[in-house]
C-alpha cells in the first residue's frame, strides 16, 4: 500500500493515460455541441479576489469557498484575500462587468476547466472537478433558456448518456409559494436553501430544519414540504399559485421551457418538478437540473439569474446558463478503451545498428498521421518486444533485423490476427496508412 504522502489530497485525483484521454475525448464531443450552438469558448484564471466569489452562493455555498492566505509581508495575518473558483459562472460576471462594451450581444459563451469546492469527499463528489458551462448574456428572451436547455441535452447524447431527466422549477413559483404559505420575505432565502435538501433529506428532516433553523411554524413547515413532495405535487402548486402573480408568471416561465425545448430534448425528458430548488442565491428565474438513472444528484444544472452581473458592479443584464457535471457524466460511460485509444504501430528494436532506420521508419509514419511508438527498454528479444506491442494494444508492429536489411523489406505483423507481410521500405506508409485511421 502507498504511503498517504504519495496520495493526491483527498477529493483530487491523478489522471493516467487511458482516464485522460476518456475525459478529452468527452470535452472534445461536449466543445463541438457547444460551438454548433454558436457559444464562443472563455477562460478566467483559477482563482479570483475573494471578495468577487464570497455572498454570491448563500451560507452553505460561501462555507465551501476554499480560500488562499495572503503572501509574503502579509502572511502572518492569517487572512485571505484570493479563492479558487467555485464555479464559472460568478467569473463570468465578472468578465461581463469589466469587458461589456467589447463582448456582442447577447454574449453567448462557453467554458470548460476545473473548479474547487472545500466540500467533504464522496462517491461522485470531489474537491477538484471540472465543470462546463454555457450561459447567454443580455437576453431576457424564454429561447435563451430553452437554447441552454437544449445545447446541454445534446452533449449528453453526444457523449452517450440518454436515459436522462430535465427537473424544471421557477424560482418566481417559488417566491410565489412561499408568499401563499405566509413565509416572511427575510426568511425566504434560508427557507429555499433548507428547502433544496429534499432530494438528500427524509421530508421530516427537512421539516424539522425549517422550524428550528429557519423559524418556521411546526404546521407552516410540515404543510410545505407535504406539498413538495406528494405524488400530486404539480397540481397542488400550481391550484396554491392561482392567487399569487409572482407564482403565475413562474408557472409561465416553466410552462414556456417545456413547450420551446420539449421538440429537441424529448417530452418525455422533460417534467415539472415542485421539488426543484437549486439553493444558490443568484436565480431569479426558470431553474432545472438533468438526472440520470444510476447516478446520485444531478449530472447538470443551471438556470437564469438576472441580477448577478449587476451586484458585481456591472450593467443590471439579463443572464441564463448552466453546467455539466463532466466528472459524473464520465462515471455513467463505458469504461473500456476504445480503438480510437490504439497505438497504430509499435516498432521493434531488436538488431541495435538498425537503430537510425527504425527511427527514419518511426519519423515518416508519423508525419503521415499515425500514433507510432518505438521499443525503448534494453531487451533485444523479440518475443518480448511483441508483448509489449500487444500491452500497447498496438494495431501493427514493425520487426527489421539483418535479414529484413538484407532482403530490402520490412516485416509488418497485424496484432490482432497474427498474420505478417513482407513490405518495401519505400512503400510501408501507404501500406499502413491504408489500414490505420489517422490518430486524431
Not at 489530497?9 to 470535452?27: K, M, N, W, Y
Not at 409572482?246 to 415539472?272: H, N, Q
Amino acid at each position: 500500500m502507498a504511503s498517504q504522502q504519495f496520495e493526491p489530497p483527498s477529493g483530487t485525483r491523478d489522471f493516467l493515460a487511458d482516464a485522460l484521454r476518456r475525459r478529452e475525448r468527452v470535452f472534445t464531443q461536449i466543445r463541438e455541441v457547444f460551438a454548433r450552438y454558436g457559444f464562443e469558448p472563455l477562460q478566467t484564471p483559477a482563482f479570483e479576489r475573494l471578495e468577487t466569489l464570497t455572498g454570491k452562493y448563500g451560507d452553505e455555498g460561501d462555507k465551501l469557498i476554499f480560500k488562499i492566505l495572503r503572501r509574503g509581508e502579509h502572511e502572518a495575518t492569517g487572512e485571505a484575500d484570493l479563492a479558487l473558483r467555485y464555479d464559472m459562472t460568478v467569473p463570468l460576471a465578472r468578465v461581463v462587468a469589466t469587458y461589456g462594451s467589447k463582448l456582442p450581444t447577447p454574449y453567448k459563451r462557453y467554458a470548460m476547466g476545473p473548479v474547487w469546492r472545500a466540500d467533504r469527499p464522496g462517491k461522485g463528489r470531489f474537491r477538484e472537478f471540472a465543470q462546463c458551462d454555457v450561459d447567454v448574456v443580455g437576453s431576457s428572451s424564454p429561447l435563451a433558456d430553452a437554447e441552454t436547455v437544449c445545447a446541454l441535452s445534446d452533449a449528453l447524447d453526444a457523449v452517450g448518456v440518454r436515459d436522462f431527466t430535465v427537473l424544471v422549477n421557477s424560482r418566481q413559483a417559488l417566491a410565489g409559494l412561499l408568499e401563499v404559505y405566509g413565509v416572511p420575505s427575510d426568511l425566504g432565502g434560508g427557507v429555499l436553501i433548507t428547502l433544496d435538501k429534499l432530494d438528500k433529506l427524509p421530508p421530516d428532516k427537512v421539516a424539522a430544519e425549517l422550524v428550528d433553523a429557519r423559524s418556521l411554524s411546526p404546521g407552516t413547515a410540515e404543510k410545505l414540504v407535504a406539498d413538495l413532495t406528494a405524488f400530486d405535487a404539480v397540481e397542488r402548486m400550481r391550484g396554491a399559485l392561482a392567487g399569487s402573480e409572482a407564482g403565475r408568471a413562474g408557472l409561465d416561465e416553466i410552462d414556456r421551457l417545456l413547450e420551446l425545448a420539449a421538440p429537441k430534448v424529448g417530452k418525455d425528458r422533460m417534467a415539472f418538478t415542485p421539488r426543484l430548488v437549486r439553493g444558490l442565491d443568484y436565480y431569479t428565474g426558470v431553474i432545472f437540473e438533468i438526472t440520470a438513472e444510476g447516478m446520485p444528484g444531478s449530472i447538470a444544472s443551471g438556470g437564469r439569474y438576472d441580477h448577478l452581473i449587476e451586484a458585481l458592479g456591472g450593467p443590471d443584464v439579463p443572464a441564463c446558463g448552466g453546467s455539466l457535471g463532466v466528472e459524473r457524466i464520465i462515471g455513467l460511460l463505458d469504461q473500456t478503451a476504445e480503438d480510437g485509444d490504439r497505438t497504430d504501430v509499435a516498432v521493434t528494436l531488436i538488431a541495435p545498428d538498425t537503430a537510425a532506420e527504425i527511427m527514419g521508419f518511426a519519423a515518416r509514419l508519423r508525419d503521415a498521421g499515425l500514433r507510432t511508438e518505438i521499443y525503448l527498454a534494453s531487451s533485444r528479444k523479440l518475443a518480448k518486444q511483441l508483448k509489449w506491442a500487444a500491452d500497447r494494444r498496438a494495431r501493427f508492429a514493425l520487426i527489421y533485423g539483418a535479414a529484413d536489411r538484407e532482403a530490402g523489406v520490412v516485416t509488418v505483423r497485424d496484432m490482432d490476427t497474427g498474420d505478417q507481410s513482407q513490405v518495401p521500405p519505400e512503400e510501408l506508409v501507404a501500406h499502413l496508412a491504408g489500414r490505420c485511421a489517422p490518430s486524431s
